[in-house]
Structure formats: structure tokens, C-alpha cells
């Protein structure tokens, strides 16, 4: 059974950092890709990041891209989520999911972890 769980959520201000972290247990990180998303209040989940099971292809929204990085450390079978320049309209749940490639829709999905910045 895959199991995704994320960490590093917290309370920051405006213009601070976070890192959150995804640890993938049940399958091997080189074999599975990985996205980041996030759900503010009353509003639909959304696509933050993501990379492929190579490593290659990272992509970020636009409204995180130049502020936000995803990485991952296959030995450590994790993938992160630093997060740079925060700003209160990025305050919500972040959730990390794996695919398997070639598939086209997330089918494993974390618990989610808040994140919250102040003004």
C-alpha cells in the first residue's frame, strides 16, 4: 500500500520561507511521479508543482513559479516544497499525490498539511 504523508506546514508572515516535505512509503520514488497541490477555504484544489518519476520536468503554476521550487531526493524516497516570498493569498492545505507513469490522473494522495501566512 503506497502511503503518502506531508510535513512542514506552519504559520509564517508575508515574505517568509517553508519547506514542506512528502514521504513516500510502499513504492520506490524513481518509479512514481509526484504533485504538489493546495485548497484554500471554500475553494476548489489546486495544482501547485509537480516532477516526473525521472526527476526531469518539474513545472509550477503561475502563481507560484519564481517563488516555489519542487525537488526530490529519491534516496530518501521524499519530495519537497520549498516555498519562498510567501504571501497571504498562498495560505491553505497542501496536499502532495503520486502517479505511476504514464497515468494521467494522481490516484494516491496525502493527508494534507496547513499552511498559514500573515500579513
Known amino acids: 500500500q503506497v502511503q503518502l504523508v506531508e510535513s512542514g506546514g506552519g504559520l509564517v508572515q508575508a515574505g517568509g520561507s517553508l519547506r514542506l516535505s512528502c514521504a513516500v512509503s510502499?513504492?520506490?520514488?524513481?518509479?512514481?511521479?509526484v504533485g504538489w497541490f493546495r485548497q484554500a477555504p471554500g475553494q476548489d484544489r489546486v495544482f501547485v508543482a509537480s516532477?516526473?518519476?525521472?526527476?526531469?520536468?518539474?513545472r509550477h503554476a503561475d502563481s507560484v513559479k519564481g517563488r516555489f521550487t519542487i525537488s526530490r531526493d529519491n534516496a530518501k524516497n521524499t519530495v519537497y516544497l520549498q516555498m519562498n516570498r510567501l504571501k497571504p493569498e498562498d495560505t491553505a492545505v497542501y496536499y502532495c499525490a503520486g502517479r505511476v507513469p504514464g497515468a494521467a490522473e494522481y490516484d494516491n494522495w496525502g493527508q494534507g498539511t496547513q499552511v498559514t501566512v500573515s500579513s
Open positions: 510502499g513504492r520506490t520514488l524513481s518509479t512514481y511521479g
Open positions: 516532477i516526473s518519476w525521472t526527476g526531469t520536468l518539474p
